[in-house]
């Protein structure tokens, strides 16, 4: 009996990640194919190249691995066409039917009536959005309408509830008699505590 000791591929630890992007300019300079620090984020964002995005004090950058970059140099080698002096010639495609030059008709140009309108008319999409946007607009104004008669209905009601309740205190008063002032309630207080 055997025993199934396959392991599955490590994945890379960050050690692997050395190079700054400073440092992949320099390896791609000196593949002969320069690019910008722009090119590389993207190169690490789409994954082209194997990276890590890390915090550091001053925000976040990638760290790269180097034989990503190494990987990504011989494949864009392999693809990009060669220009060099080594390059093939190539053969100039023969005609199927000659052309009848006799017989083009050039294009008239813009006459003096003929002028430019930039933006004249819009596409359907941006009208659409821009036409939905008006009717939320609409709406919100009339929303802020009503709003505004309600908290003046509230605002009266809350006068006229005030103007009961000061009636209503003006009325109880003869029949409650006359409150004791504050003064005398803490004398009758203090008068019950010594006893």
Known sequence: MS????????????????????????RYARAGLPRTPRSIQRYCAKGHLDCRLVETAFGEKYLISPSSIDKHIAYIEEVRPVSAGRDVSRHVATDVAPENKDHIA??????????????????????????????????????V???DKQIGELTERARETNLL??????MLTPLLGTAPSGDQNREDRSISGMQ
């Open 106 to 143: 050039l294009a008239p140009g813009p006459t003096s009536e003929d002028k430019s309108r930039l933006g004249a008319t819009n596409p359907p999409d941006e009208s659409r959005y821009v036409a939905a946007l008006e009717r939320e607009n609409a709406f919100l104004r009339d929303q």
């Open 145 to 147: 309408t009503v709003k």
């Open 165 to 170: 309740i000061h009636g209503l205190q003006k």
């Open 3 to 26: 025993i199934d000791q396959s392991r599955h591929v490590a994945t890379s630890d960050d050690g692997d990640f050395t190079l700054s992007i400073d440092d992949a300019l320099e």
